[in-house]
C-alpha cells in the first residue's frame, strides 16, 4: 500500500477542513501535507484523521505542516491535552528543559507562532516558553 492510499483519509480531511493551498507529496517514503489553516480546528481535523488511521504513528511516515493563520500575538489558548498538564519548555523541542506548565483544560497567551510544531506562550504564573501547538486551541 502507498503513503498515499495509506493516508487518503488525512488528505480528505484536510480538504473538508478547509485548508486552504493545500499541497499533498511523497519523497523518499515520507509524506508531507502543507496549506493554510484559518484556525485551529481545522488543523486539529487532520491530527485526528491521522490518530484514527494510526494511533502510533511515526514522525517519520508523514510531516504535516498546516499554518494556522489569523492568530495574533496575544490570543487566548487553551491547553487541549487528554488530561494531563502541558509542558512549557525553554526552547522548541522535547528535548528542551521544562520551565513551565499549564492546566490540561487551562489557558495560556500565544507569545507568537513559532513553527507549525511549537508555539511560544506565557502561561498564568507569567512563565514564557514554547508549547507544542497540537495541544492548543484558539
Known amino acids: 500500500m502507498s503513503l498515499q492510499d495509506k493516508y487518503a483519509s ?5 480538504q473538508s477542513a478547509g485548508i486552504s493551498g493545500l499541497q499533498v507529496q511523497e519523497q523518499d517514503g515520507i509524506l508531507y501535507i502543507s496549506g ?3 484556525n485551529t480546528a481545522s488543523k486539529d481535523a487532520v491530527w485526528n484523521a491521522l490518530g484514527a488511521i494510526d494511533a502510533s504513528y511515526s514522525a517519520s511516515d508523514i510531516n504535516i505542516d498546516v499554518q494556522v493563520t489569523g492568530l495574533a500575538a496575544g490570543a ?3 491547553v ?4 494531563s498538564n502541558l509542558n512549557i519548555r525553554q526552547e522548541p523541542s522535547t528535548e528542551g ?8 483544560g487551562g489557558s495560556v ?7 507549525d510544531e511549537w508555539w511560544k506562550v506565557k502561561n498564568a504564573d507569567g512563565v514564557e516558553g514554547y508549547a507544542y501547538a497540537r495541544y492548543l486551541q484558539a
Request: proline content about 0%; charged content about 10%; glycine content about 4%.
Open 10 to 14: 488525512v488528505v480528505s480531511a484536510a
Open 36 to 38: 493554510s489553516a484559518a
Open 76 to 78: 487566548n489558548l487553551t
Open 80 to 83: 487541549i491535552t487528554d488530561s
Open 97 to 104: 528543559a521544562v520551565v513551565g506548565k499549564a492546566a490540561h
Open 109 to 115: 497567551t500565544l507569545v507568537e507562532q513559532t513553527n
